[in-house]
């Protein structure tokens, strides 16, 4: 299983990313995906989640509204639309699948949001 994470970056508040994480190493298609991430001094908490047909997405409180998860099952990717970001979203975010009953991670791409 192997994640390729893309699109982190600084931002100003209010601004918008869009993140990626292409797939590899599983069948894609079949697989609940996620994106969580991680502030400094903090634990890594749950952001987003698609069902495997992207028919289902489900949202931490203090994104939605504001975050939309999505996913391309021939592109083997997942996405992270990141708008009205704030400071206190800045975080290393990572993607995961559980797979055969083991948790994968991304490497996690940097988002760092300015005031």
């Known amino acids: 299983v192997r994640f390729v994470e893309s699109g982190g970056g600084l931002v100003q508040a209010g601004g918008s990313l869009r993140l990626s994480c292409a797939s590899s190493?599983?069948?894609?298609?079949?697989?609940?995906m996620g994106w969580f991430r991680q502030a400094p001094g903090k634990e890594r908490e749950f952001v987003a989640a698609?069902?495997?047909?992207?028919?289902?997405?489900k949202y931490e409180d203090s994104v939605k509204g504001r975050f939309t998860i999505s996913r391309d099952n021939a592109k083997n990717t997942v996405y992270l639309q990141m708008n009205g970001l704030k400071p206190e979203d800045t975080a290393v975010y990572y993607c995961?699948?559980?797979?055969?009953?083991?948790?994968?991670w991304g490497k996690g791409t940097l988002v760092t949001v300015s005031t």
């Open positions: 190493g599983f069948t894609f298609s079949s697989y609940a």
């Open positions: 995961k699948v559980r797979f055969n009953g083991v948790d994968y």
């Open positions: 698609i069902n495997y047909s992207g028919t289902s997405q």
